[in-house]
Each structure stands twice: as C-alpha cells, then as structure tokens.
C-alpha cells in the first residue's frame, strides 16, 4: 500500500515534536489563517479549536490538492472567557497571575483535508487547575520561560517547567500540548497516511 502525504498546517514546536516522536513522516506548511476574524463574541470554546483547525488545514490543502493536510489549535476557556496568546511577557505574567488558585479547559482541535475538502475533524478537552504559586515562583517561571510563553494560549509549556504551576490535569498530556494524539494517529490510519 502506498502511503499518503501528510503536511502539518502548524507553526507550533510542540505539535511537531508530538508528531516526530511518534514516528509520523511529514512536511510542515504555516497555514497563515486570520484567526481573529474566527473568534466572534459568543463562541463555544471547544467549537472554536475545531474551527480554527479546519481553517487551518483548508488553506493548505487547497495548495496541495493530493496530500492530507492537519490542521491544529488550541482554545483557552477561563473565568467565562477566551484566552489568547499574550502580546509580551507582561501579559503573560498577569494572565498567569489572574489564573492563579483556579481551573480552567484547555480544547485542542484538529482536522484533516484532502483536495480542498474537510475529511475529518475532532477535538479534546483538558481540565487544568492552576496551583496558589508565590510571586516569586511566577518570576522565576517568566525569567527562565522568556519569550516561548508568548507561542503558547495559556503562557505556560506543560512540557517544561510550566508543569510546576499546576496542581491537577485531568485530561490527555498530548492534548494540553495541542495535539490530540491518539484521535489524530486513528484517523492518519483511516486516510491511509500510517500503515494499519
């Protein structure tokens, strides 16, 4: 059988990582969406991971026709509201701050295109609970962090010393990294991108 090509539709460090280590071959295209124009008051959080995955996977796909293109994003729901990315590391600190001693859902969205077209499309949720951390831990975290919190919707990589701001992650270690492993690698075995 002849395997299908998948180019990932992500700029994320974090999802490719993800990928690699899994052992998936792959060719990356920064999909260049407006994402603010998706993000309308009112939106369901979850829906809008998705969406923006869609978006994302559709621009590339329409330049690359014959390949599975993966679309990826994140969404951050907390205290009633969206989290975006924080302009600098000020906003990074307050946002970090304000989520201090609280939960909030982490929604990783994803999905496939081929031709032009939406083939599949999925997402998880994680349910994260920021622990009381000191000023100074925050300091800290921000000093030897830098600008890599500002590539990240919650401020924070799981994957580094960013675990320490936790007390408790109920959900998928990949799907707090943006990438929703296992849904994804079933349906790159669906579409014939990984041998079965």
């Known amino acids: 059988m ?3 090509r998948l180019i ?3 700029k994320s460090a974090a999802r490719r990582e993800v990928l690699a280590n899994a052992g998936v071959s792959f060719d990356v295209q920064v999909a260049g969406v407006d994402e603010d124009a998706l993000k309308v008051p009112g939106v369901d959080p979850r829906e809008l991971a ?3 995955a869609k978006a994302k996977a559709l621009a590339v796909s329409v330049q690359h026709p014959e390949a599975v293109v993966l679309g990826a994003d994140q969404t951050l729901a907390f205290d009633g509201g969206l989290i975006s990315k ?3 590391l000020q906003q990074a600190r307050a946002r970090l701050a304000d989520m201090r001693g609280k939960p909030h859902q982490l929604h990783s969205g994803v999905a496939l295109a081929k031709g032009g077209q939406i ?4 997402g998880d949720t994680a349910h994260m609970v920021v622990r009381d951390f000191s000023d100074a831990f925050l300091d800290a975290y921000i000093a030897a962090e830098g600008e890599e919190l500002l590539y990240c919707v919650g ?3 799981l994957e580094g010393m960013g675990s320490q701001l936790f007390d408790k992650v109920d959900g998928d270690y990949f799907t707090v990294l943006g990438m929703p492993l296992w849904l994804v690698l079933e349906q790159l075995r669906r579409f014939e991108v990984l041998p079965r």
Do not use: N, Q, T
């Open 119 to 122: 083939i599949w499309s999925g």
């Open 50 to 52: 998705i969406e923006l």
């Open 155 to 157: 401020s924070y990589r």
């Open 86 to 88: 924080a302009r600098d």
């Open 2 to 4: 002849s395997l299908k």
């Open 8 to 10: 990932l539709a992500s």
